[in-house]
């Protein structure tokens, strides 16, 4: 758009001589050929095309000199095509045109001078709006960039939290069990002992109410602790540990894990022992070189799928221990799997309804 708004001062300026000029159909043809030209020029860009029609108008210079009056306009392309042979054959004919002209020649060399300065500065600032443009974009993809980074560091900012509490919670579970565990099953069985030696009829009434207290501590105690224990388990880093044997063996292990965290501790059970077999059966059984695992949560259900690429599935005992288990394991969740061996492959897929609240 500033290259049209840069010709049409040069063209009027041109068509000013042109009136002080006789009116004869040559300059009428220089002006539209010159039109034609730069029309075709511009539309063109850079290259042989535009070199030729371009030199083809400087060579009819040379012919009709009257061609010299629109020589600007021509300039102003030949400059920013980066032509610069032309703009010295085009001297030549200015030169060539000197006893054609007589008032008009020094305005047309302004007019020439002109383009020139036109064309530079419409360079500068499109060379400027191009840079600007690509800072623009490059800042742009950059926020974009720390913003996903950002969100990643948050994610296991996050994660390394949960884990680290999840940690505390089984070192406090354990501590539970060991110590104060430990102590509470010593005191029962001294109340026990106590109970058993006394002759004391209102003794034994107020140690049967203290060996009832301590069995009360000692069943809200294991309470505590399985329900610590239960929520230390964390499914997404089981299920990684549970696949490291495979990576180990130089095996390509794919998996995708989409689920939320208040998934059952049942199902997670359930889950991490059915992985477990899975890769167990993988390394005897299988022939593979890729292992995908994917357990996803969908509005109503939880899916899990084990699959392998192995030649030797076919030869694979459903009826093994290892998938028995898993059976059993699923119909105990009320739960569906579907076991799938060929040629193509291994593959467990399992389905196990979410509860209805």
Same mark, same amino acid.
């Given at each position: 758009? @500033?290259?049209? %708004? ?21 300059? %009428? ?7 034609? $030209? ?24 040379? $012919? ?9 306009? #021509? ?39 002109? !383009? ?45 939290? +949960? ?5 505390? @919670? ?11 565990? +430990? ?12 109970? /058993? ?54 095996? #390509? $292990? ?12 049942? $199902? ?5 022992? %059915?992985?477990?077999?899975?890769? !167990? ?16 949560? +969908?509005?109503?259900? /939880? ?25 059993? @394991? ?22 196990? @309804?979410?509860?209805?609240?």
């Amino acid at each position: 758009m @500033r290259k049209i %708004i840069d010709k049409i001062p040069l063209i009027f300026c041109c068509c000013m001589l042109l009136n002080i000029k006789e009116n004869n159909a040559v300059y %009428i043809a220089a002006f539209l050929s010159a039109a034609a $030209v730069s029309s075709l020029s511009q539309a063109m860009g850079r290259g042989a095309v535009s070199f030729i029609i371009e030199a083809m108008y400087i060579i009819t210079c040379f $012919v009709f000199p009257e061609f010299i009056l629109f020589l600007p306009l #021509i300039t102003y392309d030949i400059i920013d095509h980066r032509h610069y042979f032309l703009c010295a054959v085009g001297a030549a004919a200015l030169v060539n045109a000197f006893y054609s002209f007589t008032m008009g020649y020094f305005l047309i060399i302004g007019l020439i001078i002109l !383009a020139a300065v036109l064309q530079w500065r419409t360079s500068v600032l499109e060379k400027m709006e191009r840079e600007l443009i690509s800072t623009r974009d490059t800042s742009t993809e950059m926020n974009n960039l720390l913003t996903e980074k950002n969100r990643h560091l948050r994610e296991n900012q996050d994660y390394e939290i +949960h884990l680290a509490t999840l940690k505390e @919670r089984n070192r406090i579970a354990r501590e539970i069990h060991d110590n104060v565990g +430990h102590l509470l099953s010593r005191s029962i069985l001294q109340t026990g002992a106590l109970q /058993y030696i006394n002759d004391d009829k209102m003794r034994n009434e107020a140690l049967e109410g203290l060996s009832e207290t301590l069995g009360n501590a000692m069943t809200s105690i294991r309470q505590s602790v399985h329900d610590l224990h239960d929520d230390s388990i964390d499914l997404r880093q089981a299920v990684s540990n549970a696949v490291k044997p495979l990576a180990e063996r130089g095996l #390509i $292990v794919d998996t995708e894990l989409d689920f939320s965290d208040n998934i059952p501790n049942n $199902v997670k059970f359930c889950f991490i022992s %059915i992985v477990k077999e899975g890769v !167990a059966n993988i390394i005897k059984h299988s022939s593979c070189d890729k292992v995908g695992i994917v357990l996803r949560e +969908h509005p109503a259900l /939880y899916q899990l799928m084990i699959e392998d690429n192995g030649k030797n599935s076919g030869k694979i005992n459903k009826s093994g221990i290892g998938l028995s288990n898993m059976r059993d @394991r699923i119909n105990e969740l009320n739960g569906v799997i579907q076991i799938d061996s060929g040629e193509n492959g291994f593959r467990i897929f399992i389905s196990v @309804r979410k509860e209805q609240k």
